[in-house]
């Protein structure tokens, strides 16, 4: 007979609002076990812990050492007693199918010892993975154009600005001097290490450390183009 292992948790106050308490979950784990033809080896409850943090749920933890340990499945009355989150349910899922065991919800009607409830959690990952990637455009797009602006996006102020002592950014005299000077030479078909050259040249100096280098002289190019393009 095939091994299952069942997780349960509630809060006091979902508890006292969805109805859905440790007994109703324990008693769905275990008619799906009975209908599945499933032995449920053991049964694991977190009373009253939020889902926000796996590590601070010392049953979910044993939930999951004992089914991937017999590589059981592991039964859920449903995601949201599992893990905050999609994504952290995905990681529970490969953390599982790792140690060839299977994972069970049954409010989402998930079930991955079947082909298609594989086939389904591996579209959530997909989907997953696509907004992540998303997020991760739109921070790295946002951040671009407040350096074009000149605006802070870090503890520092972007490269031909500075940090006012109440924290506003304004120009940098200086560094715009070099910004200037290296989108000239940079449009005049100049190497990076030709631009650095010249800076050193006329005694001006990085932000941080004595030379220039080429990498550096890139990122000021960029910024300048940027800056540029954002202007026009």
């Known amino acids: ?52 943090c796996a590590t601070n749920r010392p049953a979910l933890r044993a939930a999951l050492n004992d089914a991937c340990a017999s590589k059981a499945a592991l039964v859920v009355y449903s995601l949201s007693r599992l893990a905050r989150s999609t994504q952290d349910a995905l990681g529970i899922s490969e953390r599982l199918r790792k140690s060839g065991a299977d994972l069970v919800s049954l409010s989402e009607k998930i079930d991955t010892t079947s082909a298609a ?81 010249a800076l050193e040249a006329e005694g001006l100096r990085p932000r941080k450390g004595l030379r220039w280098h080429p990498q550096t002289v890139a990122r000021i190019a960029a910024a300048g183009s940027a800056r540029k393009l954002a202007v026009a």
């Open 117 to 197: 409830g594989k086939m389904v959690f591996r579209m959530l990952a997909v989907l997953a993975e696509f907004e992540r990637d998303v997020i991760a455009e739109r921070t790295r797009a946002a951040m671009q154009h407040k350096r074009s602006r000149g605006e802070r996006v870090s503890r520092e102020a972007a490269y031909g600005s500075r940090l006012t002592p109440d924290g506003r950014v304004e120009a940098d005299p200086t560094e715009q001097r070099v910004v200037e000077l290296v989108a000239g030479l940079h449009a005049a078909g100049w190497s990076l290490r030709k631009i650095a050259a």
């Open 1 to 52: 007979m095939q091994q299952a292992v069942g997780y349960v948790r509630v809060s006091t106050v979902q508890q006292a609002t969805d109805g859905v308490s440790l007994d109703a979950q324990r008693a769905r784990i275990a008619a799906w076990c009975q209908a599945n033809g499933y032995e449920l080896i053991a049964l694991h409850a977190d009373e009253g812990l939020s889902g926000k």
